[in-house]
């Protein structure tokens, strides 16, 4: 077995060595912002309110929230980036964020920008995963009926054909550039529909290596079961499991749909028992490495550090495609960077889009590390202590 490395996730010379001392600053008063969930929400509100009137705040938006949590308006912006991360070792995705009408116009043009992000990605060697949401590809009111066994009308059976054939395009252009796709995890009421599109990916695409990988969320009561159902699926017809394992992101969504409509919620009951799932998840794809890949999507220190233990546990090389560790670009980078020191796979989510176009976006980035529970005091203390240490 080989040796375990000393990881610490407290080593803040490495979890901050590729930012500059005005970076630092800028990240304090990010963070300084999210900390205060009032001032946060004010903040959130007065930018849409700037935006919506066209009022030229786009520079100090670069300066804030999109410069911390975005790469930038466009891939070539980026790329620039992700080449920065690179140099200690961190490997990226870039994400398109920009949430489209919901017409044709813009499923089709969602589908080319992903594909653009692909064909870029593979001219370099730290860009090894596109990442492609089903619902920026077709309608989800047609996969919701799908997933009801409701009948569906030509227009909308056709419509549905083409998301199907824009999913296929996306993963057979990985396939043929060499990467891998991740595709996102969507609202239980049409996921078995998103589930059974991706398993139709993998059974073409995953024979020879992993290049699909689905999304687990292990908040649903039921996920480690479906995990488990993967597997088997995945031996029975001889592909490769892509499995990403991250704790959830609709939760609010489930609950407020469930009371409505009077059915059982899917979520779990309580955070420890999402814990337990998702710890008892990446062990079971580890233990079953000859099947399952996985990408450990989580901003929790405790799960990330069970993962490097279980890979020594289960003789995994760090070096190799088996497992990557994921996270958010501008979140957590004292797990990100201590990971990739110590010689580990680590895939930052880089999204990018115009400003205005990825409000929705940084608004659930800022709801989510302000509802977090010390999700951005954590983060704010350790940029704290990092500007002390460097007065010395």
Same mark, same amino acid.
């Given at each position: 077995?080989?040796?375990?490395? *000393?990881?610490?996730?407290?080593?803040?010379?490495?979890?901050?060595?590729?930012?500059?001392?005005?970076?630092?600053?800028?990240?304090?008063?990010?963070?300084?912002?999210?900390?205060?969930?009032? %001032?946060?929400?004010?903040?959130? /509100?007065?930018?849409?309110?700037?935006?919506?009137?066209?009022?030229?705040?786009?520079?100090?938006? $670069?300066?804030?929230?999109? /410069?911390?949590?975005?790469?930038? !308006?466009?891939?070539? !912006?980026? @790329?620039?980036?992700?080449?920065?991360?690179?140099?200690?070792? %961190?490997?990226?995705?870039?994400?398109?964020?920009?949430?489209?009408?919901?017409?044709?116009?813009?499923?089709?043009?969602?589908?080319?920008?992903?594909?653009?992000?692909?064909?870029?990605?593979?001219?370099?060697?730290?860009?090894?995963?596109?990442?492609?949401?089903?619902?920026?590809?077709?309608?989800?009111?047609? #996969?919701?009926?799908?997933?009801?066994?409701?009948?569906?009308?030509?227009?909308? !059976?056709?419509?549905?054909?083409?998301?199907?054939?824009?999913?296929?395009?996306?993963?057979?252009? +990985?396939?043929?550039?060499?990467?891998?796709?991740?595709?996102?995890?969507?609202?239980?009421?049409?996921?078995?529909?998103?589930?059974?599109?991706?398993?139709?990916?993998?059974?073409?695409? *995953?024979? !020879?290596?992993?290049?699909?990988?689905?999304?687990?969320?292990?908040?649903?009561?039921?996920?480690?079961?479906?995990?488990?159902? +993967? $597997?088997?699926?995945?031996?029975?017809?001889?592909?490769?499991?892509?499995? $990403?394992? @991250?704790?959830?992101?609709?939760?609010?969504?489930?609950?407020?749909?469930?009371?409505?409509?009077?059915?059982?919620?899917?979520?779990?009951?309580?955070?420890?028992?999402?814990?337990?799932?998702?710890? +008892?998840?990446?062990?079971?794809?580890?233990?079953?490495?000859? %099947?399952?890949?996985?990408?450990?999507?989580?901003?929790?220190?405790?799960?990330?550090?069970?993962? %490097?233990?279980?890979?020594?546990?289960?003789?995994?090389?760090?070096?190799?495609?088996?497992?990557?560790?994921?996270?958010?670009?501008?979140?957590?980078? *004292?797990?990100?960077?201590? #990971?990739?020191?110590? /010689?580990y796979r680590v895939l930052k989510y880089v999204p990018y889009g115009p400003v205005e176009k990825v409000m929705p976006y940084l608004t659930r980035r800022a709801a989510?590390?302000?509802?977090?529970? /010390?999700?951005?005091?954590?983060?704010?203390?350790?940029?704290?202590?990092?500007?002390?240490?460097?007065?010395?």
């Open positions: 077995m080989p040796a375990q490395p *000393n990881i610490s996730f407290e080593n803040l010379k490495v979890a901050f060595a590729s930012k500059s001392d005005a970076e630092l600053k800028r990240m304090y008063l990010v963070f300084a912002m999210l900390n205060n969930k009032t %001032v946060s929400d004010i903040g959130i /509100g007065l930018t849409h309110f700037a935006l919506k009137l066209h009022l030229p705040i786009k520079w100090i938006m $670069k300066q804030t929230m999109f /410069g911390h949590f975005c790469g930038g !308006e466009t891939i070539e !912006e980026s @790329v620039e980036d992700c080449k920065k991360l690179a140099e200690y070792g %961190v490997e990226s995705c870039l994400d398109y964020s920009v949430e489209g009408k919901g017409d044709e116009e813009s499923f089709e043009r969602t589908t080319q920008e992903i594909r653009q992000t692909l064909i870029e990605s593979a001219k370099t060697d730290y860009l090894p995963f596109g990442v492609v949401k089903v619902t920026g590809l077709g309608d989800y009111h047609i #996969l919701t009926k799908i997933q009801a066994k409701e009948k569906l009308t030509q227009a909308e !059976e056709e419509a549905f054909q083409r998301c199907k054939a824009r999913v296929d395009l996306l993963c057979k252009t +990985a396939h043929d550039l060499n990467l891998k796709i991740l595709i996102d995890a969507e609202e239980s009421w049409f996921q078995d529909v998103v589930d059974s599109l991706t398993y139709e990916a993998m059974e073409k695409y *995953n024979k !020879e290596r992993c290049v699909v990988y689905n999304t687990f969320q292990m908040y649903r009561a039921d996920m480690l079961g479906r995990l488990k159902e +993967a $597997k088997m699926l995945a031996r029975e017809l001889g592909f490769k499991l892509g499995a $990403k394992l @991250v704790r959830g992101a609709y939760m609010e969504k489930e609950r407020e749909r469930a009371e409505k409509l009077g059915y059982a919620s899917p979520i779990q009951p309580d955070k420890a028992a999402t814990d337990r799932d998702y710890d +008892a998840g990446v062990e079971f794809c580890l233990a079953n490495n000859q %099947v399952v890949y996985l990408m450990s999507g989580s901003h929790n220190e405790n799960s990330n550090l069970l993962v %490097v233990e279980l890979m020594g546990k289960f003789g995994i090389d760090p070096k190799s495609d088996q497992v990557f560790f994921g996270q958010l670009y501008g979140m957590s980078d *004292n797990i990100s960077f201590n #990971l990739a020191n110590a /010689g989510e590390n302000s509802s977090i529970a /010390g999700q951005s005091s954590r983060e704010f203390e350790l940029i704290k202590r990092e500007m002390e240490r460097r007065k010395g």
